[in-house]
């Protein structure tokens, strides 16, 4: 079933050219709660879409359930309308950054939606990532002028300034919890992250280029991986930014070269290398949009985890369901996550209970009052 759905991911995107057997109505409803589980209802609907107009073409009748061909495109179609508004929320939010004097770029969601092409409106949308180019607490004091500010971290603060679209606004664009990459991660951001952003006159705001987005997509989704799960909608935006570096031309490989340089610096390699596999093997991106050369141990290891795990660990079986009802309870489902990861990443395991006691202790010590 999970090579079937790898079929009608790549007939999606446009690296395969069909599913290579027919299925039965059980194993249709099997490739939809898949994608309900990685968030890639939109993306997989266009695969079907090709998939019944092949066999229409061919004279044959396609056994696709037509309840469920209806489910789905009705879910596709909500989709569509929720992205058209997180774009419109996005350069509303940017231009009251502006007005107030900071410069933002919004980060991964519809930034990254815009490099899907003709599936951009098919991306299963989260909320608003964007960043503003300011300190961590003067950022917080214009969030909680808002009078919308629901949290703040290390990370980011939360607001809710627009209906049904929750906002993260981030003063630092990543972290980790390997508190070596994090200083590299924050040092880069705040010398060089200004020069990497691009206004996009077509979405009306501006998004990270090229190099930005590879480092700020590989990090988060290594932090995911380390935090509870990392799923295939957020791979897939991978697999996006590497192809973007074709509007580059001539100057593609000048790009991949600096990048990889960026992530060696930053001692995200092995995490590159097995994302790199599944980039090749499973999603059919060429050889020539890769970073580096897969690596296909780590990889395997990489994709089962995903599969397993769901978008961002949601269906996990393997988490404890009622981890964040205790510190402690949710600190063990942790390090028993971590545990699987340690052949593979052993450095960021022994860093996690460091890294999660720094993070945590930020917010105590940056307690803003009113």
């Known amino acids: 079933m999970k090579e079937t759905f790898f079929e009608l991911i790549r007939l999606s995107i446009g690296t395969g050219r069909g599913v290579s057997r027919q299925l039965s109505v059980g194993e249709w409803e099997g490739m939809y709660q898949i994608a309900v589980q990685q968030s890639l209802v939109g993306i997989c609907m266009a695969g079907v879409k090709r998939y019944n107009d092949t066999h229409k073409e061919n004279g ?4 696709v359930p037509k309840q469920l061909f ?6 596709t179609g909500r989709i569509q309308e929720y992205n058209k508004r997180l774009s419109q929320c996005c350069a509303d939010f940017e231009q009251k950054l502006a007005k107030d004097g900071y410069q933002s770029c919004v980060l991964k ?12 409106a098919l991306r299963h949308p989260g909320d608003i990532d964007v960043w503003a180019l300011g300190e961590d607490k003067e950022l917080i004091v214009w969030a909680r002028k808002t ?3 629901t949290y703040y971290d290390y990370h980011h603060a939360d607001l809710s300034l627009y209906k049904n679209a929750e906002i993260e606004l981030h003063y630092r664009p990543s972290l980790s919890r390997n508190l070596l990459r994090n200083a590299r991660l924050q040092q ?4 060089e992250g200004k020069r990497h952003i691009v ?8 998004v990270p280029d090229y190099i930005f987005n590879v480092v700020l997509v590989l990090n988060h989704n290594f932090w995911h991986l380390m935090y509870e799960g990392v799923g295939l909608r957020q791979i897939l935006d991978l697999f996006f930014v590497l192809r973007s570096v074709e509007e580059a031309g001539e100057h593609a490989e000048k790009l991949r070269t600096e990048v990889w340089a960026l992530i060696t610096h930053f001692r995200l390699q092995r995490f590159a290398e097995a994302s790199m596999w599944i980039m090749k093997d499973t999603l059919g991106l060429e050889d020539k949009y890769l970073i580096c050369q897969p690596n296909e141990s780590a990889g395997r290891f990489l994709l089962d985890e995903i599969m397993q795990s769901g978008n961002f660990g949601q269906y996990d079986s393997r988490l404890n369901k009622n981890r964040y009802q205790s510190r402690i309870g949710l600190m063990f489902s942790w390090m028993k996550h971590n545990f699987r990861l340690f052949k593979y990443y052993p450095e960021d395991v022994l860093w996690t209970p460091i890294g ?15």
């Open 109 to 120: 969601g519809q930034g990254l939606a815009a490099l899907y092409g003709e599936l951009s």
């Open 147 to 149: 009078g919308t500010l």
């Open 356 to 370: 999660v006691l720094r993070i945590s202790l930020w917010r105590r010590w940056n307690v803003l009052t009113e």
């Open 70 to 75: 209806f489910q789905w495109l009705g879910m």
């Open 60 to 63: 044959e009748e396609t056994n």
């Open 199 to 206: 206004f996009k006159e077509s979405l009306g705001f501006s």
């Open 188 to 191: 880069w951001f705040k010398k």
